[in-house]
């Protein structure tokens, strides 16, 4: 069972808590991005396994009329087994997710470190081009490559989510330093309002970025949404969806919670001083 701090970063440990959540956050105004915790399979069969979870979570929500769409990590669902096990399985994610039977759910699918990026690119055009847009995918401003990835990606249906970046990459590929990630960041979010007409997704806590995304749509008329994780700024998710934003909570689930709640707490302080302050009572 998953510990009440943990609950603030992790819907629970299956899917009816994980959609019991998304109900919640759906009174709220609040949209929901599901993610299955797992990642890094080097066998073929947890790889198929969690790619089933999602094609069942699909067609779960399906039957349930809720604001909500799945994202999934390439190594979960087989890219460190092979290339083919990885195209074959998000193929069966998307083909259910997008069309059969009526279901219409939007897959996203996120970014790992900078050997994936290739195949991950290549994966998602295959599908954006086939569902016509029934599929995002997550770029990283830290990427010294990023800015050529989005004149690719701008012409394409689908929509893409701008992240800072969250894996520690070589200086020779990647802005190591803080103010020169988020001055990429900057960059890339003007380009993205100029040349994406799909809509933009801010993948971001950053007050800034997302003032900047105001900005940015008052002058392109860019429609966008704004997303976060389970457990940061909720309020400001809160409010921000109340002032008409659209706003989107990646919320995680699952039976491996405890590393990536354990990688909440130690990248931030004020995470850290919430759990503290949630043992004391
Ligand atoms: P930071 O630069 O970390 O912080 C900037 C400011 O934001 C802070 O000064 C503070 O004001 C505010 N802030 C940030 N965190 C907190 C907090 N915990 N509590 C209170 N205020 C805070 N990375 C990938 O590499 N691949 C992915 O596929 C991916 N998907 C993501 C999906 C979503 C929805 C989100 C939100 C992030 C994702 N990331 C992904 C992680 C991302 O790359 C960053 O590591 C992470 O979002 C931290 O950067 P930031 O822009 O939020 O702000």
Redesign the pocket.
């Known amino acids: 069972m998953i510990p009440p701090i943990a609950n603030n970063f992790v819907a629970g440990e299956t899917p009816e808590t994980a959609i019991t959540h998304v109900e919640e956050l759906n009174r709220q105004g609040v949209g929901a ?1 599901l993610n299955l915790l797992g990642e890094h399979y080097h066998e073929r069969a947890g790889a198929d396994e969690d790619a089933d979870a999602y094609v069942a979570l699909v067609e779960e929500l399906a039957e349930r009329d809720l604001d909500a769409c799945v994202s999934v990590k390439p190594s979960q669902i087989g890219l460190d087994v092979s290339d083919e096990v990885f195209e074959e399985n998000l193929a069966r994610i998307v083909d259910c997710a997008s069309g059969a039977d009526g279901r219409d759910c939007f897959v996203w699918i ?3 470190d900078h050997e994936t990026t290739d195949v991950t690119l290549d994966a998602y055009e295959r599908h954006a081009v086939e569902t016509d847009g029934d599929v995002g995918l ?1 770029v ?1 401003a830290n990427l010294k490559r990023t800015p050529d990835d989005l004149e690719r990606l701008a012409p394409l249906p689908g929509k893409v ?1 701008l ?5 520690d990459e070589p200086k020779s590929i990647a802005h190591t330093k ?1 103010a020169r990630v ?1 001055e990429a ?1 900057r960059d890339c979010l003007g380009y993205m309002f100029e040349h994406f007409e799909g809509g933009v997704a801010v ?5 800034a ?1 997302i003032d900047l995304a105001s900005d940015l749509h008052e002058e392109f008329g860019t429609d966008y949404e704004v ?3 389970m457990g ?2 909720e309020d400001a998710q809160v409010e921000l969806a109340a002032s008409g934003v659209e706003v989107n909570q ?1 919320v995680p689930y699952g039976a491996k919670w405890f590393q990536y709640f354990y990688r909440r707490v130690r990248e ?1 302080k ?2 850290a001083l919430f759990a503290l302050r949630a043992v004391l009572g």
């Not at 992240?163 to 894996?167: D, H, I, L, S």
């Not at 993948?203 to 007050?207: I, L, N, R």
């Open positions: 991005i996120d970014m790992e997550c990283q989510r992240v800072k970046g969250a894996y803080k988020d960041y993948g971001s806590h950053d007050p970025m997303q976060m994780l940061v700024r990646y931030r004020e995470n």
